[in-house]
């Protein structure tokens, strides 16, 4: 829109157009404005201030040189007086500021309603928001959970394989000390039957030393030293788990994607899987 130049107001033809008839489509100056605000036929005509808007012409039909007052509903155009009983005779009308203040009104309501939606829709996302992220706390609390009770089983199975290797190694170590007490006995017999050896070299060479060789001999021979036995064994194999194997353990989540109404319309136009 082009600035405003200095106008006279049209009315009185003396002081300065400040302000501008929409409907008339005339400059008025501030006392001509109050008295034709005052008229019953223009008190609801609107104004603007002349430094903001300077319409290019008057609206004027160009085949009778008339004021645009109408709309023909027919051919959607506006027309004057004139056109009503001519081209467009027979055809439906309405008062051409009429429509304007209708479409206004209609204008105002659907603004209205479109900013009612967006308000609305700003509210339902915002408590979307709220909701999902408290989803998603439950979520990684029971995430949480699940690992802290398959750890708390882990210990647990850790603390019985270990309790279960040290009972098995103990029962297994009792029988090795029984075995090796036995032995210390068997070593005590054996040193024994040694010393009297040496005790028989210094007596003489008769009768009783021959009893007591005979003796000694036969306590040789009940002498039967065990022979070692073979010691346990153990090892510990190990499995290769992976994260994946890990993994498997858990349970699953699963957050559905956002879906927009362009996304659903898509999805309708799809055509359906054959079966």
Do not use: W
Request: positive net charge; aromatic residues 6%; contains cysteine.
């Amino acid at each position: 829109m082009a600035q405003a130049a200095s106008k006279t107001c049209e009315i009185c033809i003396s002081a300065t157009g400040s302000q501008y008839c929409l409907e008339c489509e005339q400059y008025f100056c501030e006392n001509c404005k109050t008295f034709h605000s005052r008229q019953k036929i223009s008190k609801t005509h609107q104004f603007q201030s002349s430094s903001d808007v300077i319409p290019e012409g008057k609206s004027k039909c160009k085949d009778h040189n008339e004021d645009f007052s109408f709309v023909c509903k027919t051919c959607n155009v506006v027309v004057c007086s004139s056109c009503v009983t001519g081209s467009h005779t027979g055809h439906a009308f309405s008062k051409l500021m009429d429509s304007i203040q209708q479409l206004k009104e209609k204008n105002t309501t659907n603004v209205s309603r479109k900013i009612q939606e967006s308000t609305q829709n700003m509210k339902q996302i915002e408590e979307g928001i709220k909701e999902f992220d408290v989803k998603v706390e439950e979520v990684v609390k029971a995430i949480t959970n699940e690992g802290t009770k398959l750890k708390a089983m882990v210990d647990k199975c850790v603390a019985g394989m270990i309790s279960s290797v040290n009972d098995q190694s103990r029962r297994e170590k009792d029988k090795l000390t029984k075995i090796m007490a036995d032995t210390r006995i068997d070593l005590k017999a054996g040193s024994d039957l040694d010393k009297q050896i040496y005790e028989l070299d210094k007596m003489r060479n008769d009768g009783n030393l021959l009893k007591s060789l005979q003796k000694l001999t036969d306590d040789i021979a009940k002498l039967t030293i065990k022979p070692i036995p073979e010691f346990p064994y153990i090892k510990y194999t190990a499995k290769s788990a992976t994260d994946n194997d890990v993994k498997q353990l858990f349970g699953n989540y699963i957050i559905s994607e956002m879906r927009t109404q362009q996304t659903m319309n898509r999805e309708r136009e799809l055509p359906s899987p054959k079966r």
